[in-house]
């Protein structure tokens, strides 16, 4: 699994381009000129229920802000479950479209929509086809434009596998003591995503390593892998923009399927990096990109 050949990363790259072939770049048509408010950008985020996660939406929203001082920011979550558990108590978070009905309703022309995902995965492509409709609706927004997932190219990939490398793995990490990076995965074809990320962290960092949750690679190949390496210690990260539920959890948690609980009853030690990528500045800086790209299409 480690040893991904040249000719998988191309088919895993291929892979990758194929669900964004038709991403044309704006999503909305021509309006006669009028008198709208705006630009806003809308950021877009799976959501989460866990308080102390909420560090790194903070943390996005000031950069946001400090590059585009002048544009109101709203948001949004993509997840049901998230917004009905904190509906519950008493937070009320609106749905991607619900936030585009009230910007409607406001009088905004233009909308960034800034997907806060990692990958461009069911979450992207369902914010991109109903941020097309909302462009097409008579009377509403001259442009809509949806902006890229952190990774949505080789070079965001690389960049962020070089940050995690140089930035998130803690500095008393000793040579051959691993790093296992936890992505969430997904059924949708670009959990490719992963895999190519895998043979990147491999060629990066001979000790780096890959796994998801609930997509490929899996958990149980990466602790094999490290097993027959004979890895003694692991710093586990967790691949998403929050640390929330899946890395408190599933990663770091007590329960014996946890990955944390899983590599000491195989004799690893292992260090849970309980933070979210979006905590730390250079990854916000690649969404940060991918906004700045949606945002000078604006007309
Ligand atoms: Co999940």
Redesign the pocket.
């Known amino acids: 699994m480690v040893n991904l050949t040249k000719q998988l990363l191309l088919f895993l790259v291929f892979m990758l381009t194929l669900p964004l072939a038709s991403w044309a770049g704006e999503a909305g048509h021509e309006h006669p000129a009028k008198d709208g408010k705006g630009p806003v950008i809308l950021l877009v985020t799976f959501g989460t229920s866990v308080p102390s996660a909420q560090a790194s939406f903070v943390n996005i929203e000031q950069q946001v802000k400090k590059a585009f001082p002048n544009t109101e920011i709203r948001w949004a979550y993509t997840s049901k479950i998230i917004r009905a558990k904190l509906a519950k108590e008493g937070q009320l978070i609106d749905s991607p479209e619900v936030a585009m009905a009230k910007l409607m309703d406001e009088g905004y022309a233009k909308v960034v929509m800034q997907s806060l995902h990692m990958i461009p995965g069911q979450e992207f492509h369902e914010l991109y086809a109903n941020g097309k409709l909302f462009g097409q609706m008579a009377g509403g927004f001259e442009q809509v434009m949806v902006a890229y997932p952190l990774l949505s190219s080789d070079e965001s990939m690389d960049k962020m596998l070089q940050i995690v490398a140089a930035k998130i793995v803690p500095k008393e990490r000793k040579p051959g003591e691993a790093v296992v990076l936890m992505g ?1 995965g997904t059924h949708h074809p670009s959990d490719a995503v992963y895999s190519a990320l895998m043979y990147k962290a491999q060629k990066l960092d001979a000790n780096m390593y890959v796994g998801t ?2 997509g490929h690679p899996t958990f149980d190949e990466v602790k094999e892998a490290l097993v027959k390496k004979g890895v003694k210690k692991a710093y586990l990260v967790p691949l998403m923009t929050v640390a929330g539920d ?1 890395a408190t959890n599933d990663m770091a948690g007590t329960e014996p399927e946890s990955w944390k609980s899983q590599l000491t009853k195989a004799g690893i030690e292992s260090v849970p990096v309980l933070k979210g990528l979006a905590e730390f500045d250079p990854i916000v800086e690649l969404w940060l990109d991918n906004l700045k790209v949606a945002m000078a299409h604006l007309q």
């Open positions: 969430h949750v609930e899946h």
